[in-house]
């Protein structure tokens, strides 16, 4: 590892403490998503998105929030699927969840 370079875990730390507690996300997937359909909308707090980035390639830690992911045979998360959870996907809960915890 380069001098004064960070882990994934570090990396994900780092990124996470530079957003304030209220802060809300909204990742939009347009792949597969037709024209005539909305895309894909999810909804999180930067310490969800990292709690998934470090649980990801089995504790290793990911810098790519994977929507859906299979890791090959040959990769460290061999035998795992990534994916955004269910909680996150927008909806009329979601957005009352997330501001009654802000």
């Known amino acids: 590892m380069k001098k004064g370079s960070r882990d994934y875990h570090g990396a994900i730390k780092c990124w996470v403490d530079r957003h304030k507690p209220r802060t809300i996300l909204c990742f939009v997937q347009f ?10 909308l ?3 707090t930067p ?3 990292g709690d998934r980035l470090r649980a ?7 810098t790519i929030l ?4 299979e890791w090959g045979k040959r990769a460290h998360g061999a ?3 990534e994916e955004i959870p269910l909680l996150w996907k927008f909806s009329h809960q979601r ?3 997330l501001l009654n915890a802000a």
């Open 31 to 40: 792949q597969g998503a037709k024209l005539t359909e909305l895309p894909r």
């Open 42 to 44: 999810y909804l999180a």
């Open 47 to 49: 310490a969800e998105v």
């Open 56 to 62: 990801s390639r089995k504790g290793i830690g990911e």
């Open 66 to 69: 994977w929507e859906r992911h």
């Open 79 to 81: 035998g795992t699927i």
């Open 95 to 97: 957005i009352e969840s």
